[in-house]
């Protein structure tokens, strides 16, 4: 698949990056108006004071992800699915449009020398070499142009800055008197700066291309350079004639426009049901999210209005505002101020709820703040003031990944991280918007004398790993306690391995074998001997309905059992009716016993597809000739996990095969339930029935599993990829005939009717009976018996081609 994303900035390098992450298979192209691969724009200032270079706040985008520069997109052809720019066409299969806003003036200032925007990297050179020996003059009073301000304030080069504002207050209206004059103070103290409030631009005189003389409704102000700062509106004209837009363009909330193969998410999508349009980095990277969950068709997702924390910061003082997705126009305040701190806590109440917060140089617990804002709580008033302190996690360092100081300081101390680049290892605090990039450089610098010298040094991986394996040790010691209907223990599971002549090592050689089986780390080998030791713990039902007990007779009818053979006669199958030596009355009365006193601790174990035709009347079981279905019904209701082994559990298999009169299923669509495991196979390779055991004896989750609820560890590479013949199929050598020359050179089977190339398992790895063999390697094609359908589908000697 061919993903394009239109755009430049943090949104196209976050897409990118984690479709990468997800997918490496998938092509992804980033298509950009701008010179320069996408950038970090939150620290645009540094590059007008030249603090930095471009180079530094470059965002780093997968190595692999294709970078298109200077190709602004012009139009969209949704038939064809190409877009244009003036020099080129780019195909797609799913299209992104990430293209941000553009910054809106209140006049052209296009071929004006010395009036800017301040929005890209552009803009910062004409900025930085257009302002000397000028009166900057900035329009508006938002956040980046109040930090932009801080950063000419400190320039030599700029002798005087004039801001204008055409209300009466800054960064917002709703702040109080002392809020605003506290944010005041600290731009005016050095007499570099004038504020004009209520004020605007009436005239202006250009010539040569440079404006002259700037009036406004109280100043006069010869040479300025001005630096509009007042509001952004969606990128997105070159999309107006092929798709619906608003103010953005438009979307549902799975981030998807009126073409179901084109996304928007940031700036430049606006969200139809919500009537949302992203306003910061958070909110960009949650829609990307959304959008790459839907493209890729995992677990999909819908953007959901969540609090946002947005945070200004800049030498004098700390701006946190919390936002509530509820929060409106319609308040009442409470002000708790500091003079001694220079702190200043602002709290928007509506109906006794917080619905938003703004702190200067706050010490609030703010995830305290944000939980209240998120729950809906109501609120006492007075507690807000007895509960100002800082929490115990310090005060908050970013507000994208909700790092606290004291977090920081704890994973420096713990990991010996050495710079911000180490710990990038551990945390994306700093890296996401990067507004708090210095604080947390600062944090990790002043934290170095802590760490202890003698440290051992570990990756984030291997820190994961530990602590995982030590909640899978507590969880088998959970069975510890044996299963009050099973007398065996793992003395009689070893006398068994050592009847037949089985030694250690190659029980250690099996649970390598199996845990590598199960792509998990080499650590995890001594839980997983644990684990085994531990199966007998716990109880399993078996239940056995249409099928030709394949399955369960691979496992007792070997000479020379295996070991996973062996760990079978060791499980507590507490309930089977092939295996267990109560029958009648009597194998019932076990049954609805461990129903009765084990609800939600048994496993459930089915063999064998289930009737529907004629109320399930074609299987009968028991002295009471109760219908398979009930059966199942029965004992899948307080079940903790059900397995359905083998192909006639999983759609039917060989019992559904057409014209199907009994009307035989599988234990999914007979229950109408999708959390059912499947294990097919004809058999089902004992080895990943027991690895699935141990997976939920050690994790209590299900494994990873794909779109047929199949683990992804035993069923998700391809029988071809995997086929000891798959280099003679690449060398075009074939077996034409049974017998003959190829035959016997053991060629490739697909034009004998393999089904490799269509089936996804791992026969070829695992062979069964010890690892001797697997069919292919027997001489016999794959007939595909862990798909759907394949008794009628792959159940042949033809090519599937053929066959159409």
């Known amino acids: 698949m061919r993903i394009v994303i239109v755009g430049g900035g943090i949104a196209a390098a976050y897409l990118a990056n984690n479709i990468r992450k997800i997918s490496p298979k998938t092509q992804v192209m980033i298509v950009s108006e701008e010179s320069f691969s996408p950038y970090d724009r939150i620290h645009l200032c540094s590059l007008v004071d030249k603090s930095a270079t471009i180079n530094d706040i470059s965002l780093p985008v997968d190595p692999l992800v294709t970078i298109v520069l200077n190709e602004k997109i012009t139009s969209i052809d949704r038939k064809s699915k190409r877009i244009f720019s003036e020099h080129s066409v780019f195909s797609y299969d799913k299209l992104i449009i990430a293209t941000g806003s553009t910054p809106q003036t209140l006049f052209n200032i296009s071929q004006l020398k010395n009036a800017s925007v301040f929005r890209n990297a552009?803009?910062?050179k004409k900025i930085s070499e257009g302002m000397t020996g000028r009166e900057v003059v900035l329009v508006g009073t938002g956040p980046v142009g109040l930090e932009l301000m801080e950063a000419l304030n400190k320039m030599q080069s700029v002798k005087h800055i004039t801001l204008l504002v055409r209300g009466n207050s800054l960064y917002d209206k709703t702040l109080s008197p002392q809020a605003k004059q506290e944010i005041e103070s600290c731009y005016l103290k050095d007499g570099k700066i004038s504020i004009s409030y209520e004020d605007e631009i009436v005239d202006k005189q250009i010539e040569n291309g440079e404006i002259t003389l700037l009036k406004t409704k109280?100043?006069?102000?010869?040479?300025?350079?001005?630096?509009?700062?007042?509001?952004?509106?969606?990128?997105?004209?070159?999309?107006?004639?092929?798709?619906?837009?608003?103010?953005?363009?438009?979307?549902?909330?799975?981030?998807?426009?009126e073409d179901e193969d084109i996304y928007a998410v940031g700036e430049a999508a606006q969200i139809k049901e919500l009537n949302f349009v992203a306003g910061n980095v958070k909110a960009c990277t949650l829609q990307a999210d959304v959008a790459i969950s839907n493209i890729l068709e995992l677990d999909p997702k819908t953007f959901q209005l969540e609090v946002m924390i947005d945070m200004l910061k800049v030498d004098e003082y700390e701006l946190i505002d919390i936002r509530s997705p509820l929060y409106s126009s319609d308040f009442e305040k409470i002000l708790i101020t500091s003079e001694k701190d220079h702190r200043i806590d602002e709290y928007f109440i509506k109906d006794d709820k917080l619905t938003r917060f703004i702190g200067i140089n706050t010490n609030e617990d703010i995830g305290y703040l944000e939980s209240i804002i998120q729950n809906d709580q109501t609120i006492d008033p007075s507690y807000l003031y007895q509960n100002r302190q800082t929490g115990k996690r310090g005060r908050l360092i970013c507000s994208?990944?909700?790092?606290?100081?004291?977090?920081?300081?704890?994973?420096?101390?713990?990991?010996?991280?050495?710079?911000?680049?180490?710990?990038?290892?551990?945390?994306?605090?700093?890296?996401?918007?990067?507004?708090?990039?210095?604080?947390?450089?600062?944090?990790?610098?002043?934290?170095?004398h802590l760490i202890d010298t003698n440290l051992v040094r570990k990756s984030p991986e291997e820190l994961a790993?530990?602590?995982?394996?030590?909640?899978?040790?507590?969880?088998?010691?959970?069975?510890?306690?044996?299963?009050p209907r099973n007398q065996l223990d793992s003395e009689q599971l070893s006398a068994s391995l050592d009847a037949f002549d089985i030694s250690a090592k190659e029980v250690n050689s099996w649970v390598s074998m199996v845990t590598a089986t199960m792509h998990l780390h080499p650590e995890y080998e001594g839980v997983i001997k644990d684990g085994i030791n531990n199966l007998?713990?716990?109880?399993?039902?078996?239940?056995?309905?249409?099928?030709?007990?394949?399955?369960?007779?691979?496992?007792?009818?070997?000479?020379?059992?295996g070991i996973e053979d062996l760990i079978f006669d060791y499980i507590s199958l507490d309930y089977h009716e092939l295996l267990m030596s109560a029958s009648g009355d009597q194998s019932e009365s076990v049954l609805e016993n461990i129903i009765k006193t084990q609800k939600g601790a048994y496993v459930l174990i089915v063999e064998g597809a289930i009737p529907m035709a004629m109320e399930g009347k074609y299987l009968r079981i028991g002295p009471k000739g109760e219908t398979g279905l009930a059966l199942l019904q029965k004992c899948a209701k307080d079940a903790a996990l059900?397995?359905?082994?083998?192909?006639?559990?999983?759609?039917?298999?060989?019992?559904?095969?057409?014209?199907?009169?009994?009307?035989?299923?599988?234990?999914?669509?007979?229950?109408?339930?999708?959390?059912?495991?499947?294990?097919?196979?004809?058999?089902?390779?004992?080895?990943?029935i027991v690895g699935t055991l141990l997976s939920y004896l050690m994790f209590e989750e299900l494994p990873a599993l794909d779109q047929f609820n199949r683990p992804l560890w035993a069923y998700g590479e391809r029988i071809h990829d995997n086929c000891e013949r798959r280099g003679h199929f690449e060398l075009g050598e074939f077996v034409k005939e049974w017998g003959d020359?190829?035959?016997?050179?053991?060629?490739?089977?697909?034009?004998?009717?393999?089904?490799?190339?269509?089936?996804?398992?791992?026969?070829p790895t695992m062979k069964f009976n010890q690892g001797t063999s697997w069919p292919?390697?027997?001489?016999?094609?794959c007939m595909g018996c862990v798909e759907k359908g394949f008794f009628d589908k792959y159940a042949n000697e033809r090519k599937l081609k053929e066959e159409k």
Not at 741 to 763: D, I, Q, R, S, V
């Open 536 to 561: 007998n713990k716990v109880p399993i039902i078996w239940l056995e309905l249409a099928d030709c007990s394949g399955n369960s007779e691979a496992f007792i009818k070997s000479s020379h059992p």
């Open 642 to 688: 059900i397995l359905s082994v083998g192909s006639c559990a999983f759609d039917g298999g060989v019992v559904a095969a057409a014209p199907n009169p009994t009307g035989a299923v599988g234990v999914s669509e007979a229950l109408g339930r999708n959390d059912i495991v499947n294990l097919p196979g004809c058999p089902a390779n004992p080895v990943n």
């Open 465 to 483: 790993r530990e602590e995982e394996i030590a909640l899978v040790q507590k969880r088998i010691e959970k069975f510890n306690r044996l299963h």
């Open 122 to 124: 552009e803009d910062c």
């Open 218 to 257: 109280k100043l006069t102000i010869k040479n300025p350079f001005l630096i509009f700062g007042i509001g952004i509106k969606p990128n997105i004209d070159f999309a107006r004639d092929s798709l619906d837009c608003d103010k953005g363009l438009l979307t549902n909330n799975r981030m998807q426009t």
């Open 400 to 448: 994208c990944e909700h790092v606290y100081d004291q977090d920081i300081v704890n994973t420096v101390v713990a990991n010996g991280v050495g710079s911000f680049l180490e710990y990038g290892q551990f945390s994306q605090a700093g890296r996401v918007c990067g507004k708090c990039k210095k604080s947390v450089e600062a944090l990790i610098m002043n934290s170095q």
């Open 776 to 781: 292919v390697q027997g001489g016999h094609g």
């Open 741 to 763: 020359e190829g035959a016997k050179k053991g060629w490739c089977l697909f034009e004998m009717g393999c089904k490799g190339p269509y089936t996804h398992a791992n026969c």
